[in-house]
């Protein structure tokens, strides 16, 4: 049986005391008993119902997002968005612009040898006054680029985009590249299990 219907049970046997007391007091002498017994009951309801509900509330707290590893939220499946060293910065862009993403993975194979980003075509390409279209993303590419495992928190990336300024992390295992994620991956899915979290302590609260 649960904890809020033993404290239901308990609240309503207090009442139920209170009110053969209210009708017998003057009649029977083990009434003043059945007062405390009332009072013990209603008072025992009390405790298991906050004892319950700072569980409940306890439990929504420390089941962060900010725990659970990254491989828990993305799609294997999902497509990732690569191209060759060869592959001029024009076409880049316009890939980046056609699938709306900020990032293109740079692959020798299936091996990551760099990173393509927005910041990379405007600080090495755009302001160092190159010719997109006659320049390769091997030249202008974040080489070597940071990755995690997926085994990493969302916590654990958060921290790294924030104190290194990452905008993109790829998630790479054995060498090859799972999936990549952006800060604004990792804002989204804090901040829904923060809604959630918040819901969630609506819901105990009314069920209390």
Same mark, same amino acid.
């Not at 404290?7 to 046997?13: N, R, S």
């Not at 007062?35 to 298991?48: D, P």
């Given at each position: ?15 139920? *005391? ?36 700072? *569980? ?144 969630? *302590? ?7």
């Amino acid at each position: 049986m649960s904890a809020p219907k033993i404290a239901v049970l308990l609240g309503a046997a207090g009442v139920f *005391i209170v009110v053969v007391v209210a009708l017998f007091l003057g009649k029977f002498e083990w009434a003043n008993y059945l007062l405390y017994a009332a009072f013990v009951c209603l008072v025992l309801a009390a405790v298991i119902m906050f004892l319950h509900f700072f *569980i409940q509330l306890w439990k929504a707290f420390t089941r962060s997002e900010h725990r659970t590893p990254l491989n828990q939220l993305y799609n294997e499946s999902e497509t990732i968005h690569s191209v060759g060293p060869n592959t001029l910065v024009t076409e880049c862009v316009r890939t980046m612009s056609t699938k709306k993403i900020g990032a293109l993975i740079v692959l020798d194979g299936e091996r990551m040898v760099g990173i393509f980003t927005e910041r990379d075509a405007l600080n090495k390409v755009l302001a160092a006054g190159l010719e997109p279209s006659k320049t390769k993303v091997s030249e202008v590419m974040t080489k070597d680029p940071y990755s995690i495992p997926p085994t990493t928190t969302v916590g654990e990336a958060m921290e790294l985009v924030t104190k290194r300024r990452f905008r993109h992390l790829p998630i790479v295992k054995n060498g090859r590249v799972l999936a990549v994620v952006s800060s604004g991956d990792l804002t989204h899915w804090l901040v829904k299990d923060q809604v959630g979290e918040v819901q969630e *302590i609506v819901d105990l609260a009314v069920r209390s």
